[in-house]
């Protein structure tokens, strides 16, 4: 049992050592404070934070049923052991109603020390326990969150879609310089807006798959998320060497483990101080690993978390990774297993560098792997303009559809509007098969599904685009047999799906 504080409530002194020889006896380690008035006792609670209370029953002008009761307004927990030598039957089941955790009689204290022993081990269960409500409790909120932003976030992107399509037409009249601007900020606007509802949306969810994580993005999700968290009297300062720097990741738990240090650091500077969030791109060699340590030698980026706060001590950073270790005090001691948790998963590596009243930083090494794209490549020279091919374009939503069409007619395509399955089938029967069908994936009277079976039936048999969510992607064991099948993410960037539309098209040339 690792050394106590206790409380003592008593204005006998020889009573107050006679008790606290039974603990001395029985190998306890202790500092204790002894009071015996209200101000001094509720000052103790504050300024001494006792592990356990020893009290006596009545005092002049205070009492151990007022200790209790001020007691149990702050803390619910902490253990609070009468010894009286008036405490009668009746009264010692009364102090146990209102929350007392045992009563010892001054005439048969040998007890006494079991008794400590026991309320210690039952007040760490309780903590422990309402750690573990808490945390159930937040990941509740976290679902609850969730299922409202995939609620309102189908809504926001047909919202917004538009004033990116929108932009990027207006860009197009270059002969008209106000035209221009004005479509570079409608685009910028809306683009803005997707990112934030894409974020908050992946935030809330969870995102499971890899990805290509962008460290531009990563950083401005942070700041987002940051935004009315930092106080006046700390200074934010992002910085990355490389901002168009990619690499295969998760870009929500990365974005998690970056919120939960950024946090720590800004609780660890009570008085003010910089938050300094940095990336570097650097070669790691052998060297630098320890025996222990899974790794793979080459180039990493080093995402560090820096703080100006109190530091650490060498036996704080020993237990850091501990799961429910905390050096707050209503932390829960999950954030920076979470975080080891995440970067392993990346097959990277945590440090942390720390001294007290020197400040804190964490250095988060991920390995970077060269992307490589499946599917036939777009030679440089052939451009983006269309050559008057027929593209079927199947969206439900009437906004989308009708600036879609819109941009690939203005880009040299035949572009046909069908706002269901239904109505594209309809316009198969009438027209003939088309050179390329693009299709939204989230239709609901008619599935995507659905509506690429029925296609296939009437014929179909070129490549196919599906404009699809990041965060819920089509399942593709569900769809019928396509030779050709590529995935656009929404929101729609105008370059991007004209540079998978001539893909698509090359590749079903020899169909």
């Keep these: 049992m690792p050394r106590i504080r206790v409380l003592q409530i008593e204005d006998s002194l020889l009573d107050a050592e006679l008790v ?56 619910k927990d902490l253990p609070f052991i009468f010894v009286s030598a008036t405490l009668g039957e009746e009264a010692a089941i009364d102090a146990l109603r209102n929350g007392a955790t045992d009563y010892i009689l001054k005439q048969n204290p040998a007890r006494l020390a079991s008794a400590v022993r026991r309320a210690m081990r039952e007040a760490e269960a309780q903590r422990s326990q309402r750690r573990a409500e808490a945390e159930l409790i937040r990941a509740q909120r976290f679902e609850s969150l969730a299922m409202l932003a995939g609620g309102l976030s189908h809504d926001l ?67 987002l998320l940051l935004q009315g968290s930092v106080p006046k009297n700390i200074s934010l300062d992002l910085f990355a060497d490389d901002l168009e720097l ?14 939960n240090l950024c946090l720590n650091a800004i609780q660890a500077m009570p008085g003010g101080g910089q938050l300094r969030v940095e990336t570097t791109h650097l070669f790691l060699g052998e060297s630098f690993f320890d025996d222990d340590e899974s790794f793979v030698e080459g180039h990493y980026l080093r995402l ?77 020279a ?47 029967e009438a027209h003939g098969v088309p050179d390329l069908v693009v299709m939204d994936s989230d239709m609901n009277l008619f599935t995507g599904v659905r509506t690429l079976a029925a296609l296939i039936e009437h014929g179909y048999a ?29 929101p729609i960037k105008t370059n991007d799906l004209l540079r998978t539309m001539r893909k698509a098209l090359l590749a079903s040339e020899d169909i």
């Design 20 to 75: 606290l020889s039974e603990l001395e006896a029985d190998g306890i380690e202790f500092d204790v404070c002894l009071v015996d008035e209200e101000g001094a006792f509720v000052q103790a609670l504050n300024e001494f934070q006792p592990d356990v209370i020893l009290s006596d029953l009545s005092m002049p002008g205070f009492s151990g049923e007022r200790a209790l009761e001020l007691l149990r307004e702050q803390d």
């Design 462 to 490: 070129r490549a196919v685009i599906l404009l699809a969510r990041p965060d819920a992607p089509p399942d593709l064991d569900e769809m019928p047999v396509v030779e050709h099948l590529y995935l656009v993410d929404k």
């Design 246 to 259: 990619q690499f295969s990741g998760n870009h929500t738990e990365l974005q998690q483990c970056l919120l």
């Design 157 to 223: 992107r047909n919202m917004l879609q538009p004033l990116l399509l929108a932009g990027e037409s207006l860009q197009d009249y270059q002969e008209d310089p106000r035209l221009a601007r004005l479509g570079k900020l409608v685009r910028d606007c809306g683009r803005r807006g997707l990112e934030m509802v894409q974020q908050m949306l992946t935030f809330a969810r969870g995102a499971k798959r890899a990805e290509q994580v962008r460290v531009n993005a990563l950083l401005d999700a942070l700041r």
């Design 382 to 428: 052939v451009g983006l303009q269309g050559d008057a091919e027929r593209v079927l374009v199947v969206i439900e939503e009437a906004a989308q559809l009708s600036l879609l069409v819109d941009t690939l007619d203005a880009w040299g395509y035949q572009p046909h509007a069908s706002q269901s399955g239904t109505a594209a089938l309809q316009w198969i």
């Design 304 to 380: 560090s978390v820096s703080d100006t706060g109190v530091g650490m001590d060498e036996q704080a950073i020993a237990h850091l990774y501990e799961p429910f270790f905390t050096t707050k005090e209503s932390g829960t001691g999950l954030g920076l297993v979470s975080c080891q948790r995440i970067i392993t998963s990346h097959g990277g590596v945590m440090r942390v560098d720390s001294a007290p009243g020197k400040g804190t930083t964490f250095h988060l090494y991920l390995p970077l792997t060269e992307r490589n794209e499946d599917g036939p490549e777009v030679s440089e």
